[in-house]
């Protein structure tokens, strides 16, 4: 999807549910109109590698968040992502709970405690 703006919660729910969403100055979204208008067939090229839209002889660049840009180039959705960073989110995990062994599994005992009442 191309357009001048989106908004806010949109954009955002759109990217995290992997809608690429391309915001162009509305004089590029004319221009991308126009040319694709004068297509046949009409062809409009989104180059995530280049960050470029195409359409015909007009080129346009955009900019896109590198987190977002990631995540369409690898196929990956916001879990996805994260799950990129498990070795250090196990690491970091490890470091907490070394350093405050009191707050490991803090739920399952509290609730083994309450079971017991």
């Not at 690429?20 to 590698?49: G, H, K, N, T």
């Not at 250090?88 to 609730?111: C, E, Y």
């Amino acid at each position: 999807m191309i357009a001048a703006s989106f908004g806010e919660i949109f954009y955002s729910n759109a990217i995290n549910n992997r809608l690429l969403l391309v915001m162009l100055p509305q004089s590029d979204v004319d221009r991308v109109m126009a040319e694709v208008s004068s297509l046949e067939p009409p062809r409009i090229v989104i180059d995530l590698q280049a960050m470029t839209v195409c359409a015909g002889s007009f080129q346009a660049g955009f900019a896109l968040g590198e987190r977002h840009r990631r995540m369409f180039l690898q196929g990956l959705d916001v879990i996805g992502l994260t799950l990129t960073q498990q070795a250090q989110i196990d690491d970091f995990a490890r470091r907490h709970h070394d350093a405050q062994p009191w707050l490991r599994n803090v739920a399952g005992k509290t609730m083994a405690r309450l079971a017991g009442q």
